[in-house]
C-alpha cells in the first residue's frame, strides 16, 4: 500500500511538474494589431478583418528580459522561447483584433503556472506564411528594419506581407496547482498578475511593418527621391 501512495505521489509530482501555464490572447480594443507602410510614404491601420490574414506566435522568456532588439534575432538565439501557442485575427468590423480558438490557451513548453515570465507575440501576414512560426523566424534570420520596413533575410519577394512584435509584456501564467485563473497578456492597467500588453503607462502600438525582401537600402530611396525631385525641377523650368 505504502509503495502504491508513493508511486502515485511521484506521479503527482512528475506531472505538475511539466504542467504548462494558461493565458488569453485576445487583445480587445488594447494594442491593436496594424499595418504600418509608413516608412513607403503610406499609412497605418488596423489590420483587416478577414480571417487566416495575419497569425501570431506567444514567446516567452526569463523575467528579467525586458526588451528585444529592433530586428528581433533575440527571437533566433535562444533568449525567447516559443510557447507553442498560435493566434489568428478575427472578424470584427475595427479590425486589429487577435484571438484564439476556445479563448484559453495551454503553453506547451517555457511557461509553467505560477512562473512569472516576460512575454510578447511575433505577428505576420499570411502571405508569409501560415501557423509555422519556423518558417518565419528562417525568413527573419539575417533580416534589418531599416526606416520602417524590411529587408534582407529570407525575405525573397518584394513588397511580400507584413512582420513585427509587440511591446513586451510580463505576468504570471495560470493554471496547473496553482489556482490561478489565464494571464490576460493585453490590458489597460496592471493586475495582480503581471503587466499586460497595452496597459499604461504609455502603451505603443503592435505594427506590423511591410516587408519589402530584396529592396534597395533606405538610402537608395532617398536617392531615387532627390532624382525624381531633381527631374520635376527642371521640367517646370523648360
Do not use: H
Not at 506547451?108 to 523566424?137: C, E, H, K, M, R
Request: charge should be positive; proline fraction near 5%; charged fraction near 5%.
Amino acid at each position: 500500500m505504502k509503495k502504491l501512495f508513493a508511486l502515485l505521489y511521484a506521479s503527482i509530482v512528475a506531472t505538475s511538474a511539466f504542467a504548462q501555464g494558461t493565458i488569453t490572447v485576445a487583445n480587445g480594443s488594447y494594442a491593436f494589431a496594424r499595418t504600418n507602410a509608413i516608412g513607403f510614404g503610406l499609412t497605418a491601420g488596423n489590420t483587416a478583418p478577414v480571417l487566416g490574414g495575419f497569425y501570431y506566435a506567444v514567446f516567452t522568456a526569463a523575467s528579467t528580459v525586458t526588451s528585444i532588439d529592433v530586428n528581433l534575432q533575440n527571437l533566433l538565439n535562444g533568449t525567447w522561447t516559443f510557447t507553442g501557442v498560435y493566434a489568428t485575427n478575427s472578424a470584427v468590423a475595427t479590425g486589429g483584433r487577435l484571438l484564439t480558438g476556445g479563448g484559453i490557451a495551454t503553453t506547451t513548453q517555457g511557461w509553467t503556472p505560477g512562473q512569472t515570465n516576460s512575454y510578447l507575440l511575433l505577428g505576420w501576414s499570411g502571405n508569409l506564411a501560415t501557423t509555422d512560426v519556423n518558417s518565419i523566424l528562417n525568413q527573419l534570420r539575417g533580416a534589418q528594419l531599416q526606416g520602417g520596413f524590411w529587408v534582407g533575410g529570407g525575405f525573397t519577394n518584394l513588397f511580400s506581407g507584413f512582420l513585427g512584435v509587440t511591446p513586451i509584456g510580463f505576468g504570471e501564467a495560470g493554471g496547473g496547482t496553482t489556482g490561478l485563473g489565464p494571464l490576460q497578456l493585453f490590458g489597460a492597467t496592471a493586475t495582480a498578475a503581471g503587466q499586460p500588453i497595452g496597459s499604461n503607462p504609455n502603451p505603443s502600438p503592435f505594427d506590423l511593418f511591410v516587408v519589402c525582401g530584396p529592396c534597395p537600402e533606405p538610402s537608395a530611396f532617398a536617392l531615387a527621391g532627390l532624382g525624381a525631385a531633381a527631374v520635376l525641377f527642371l521640367r517646370r523650368r523648360c
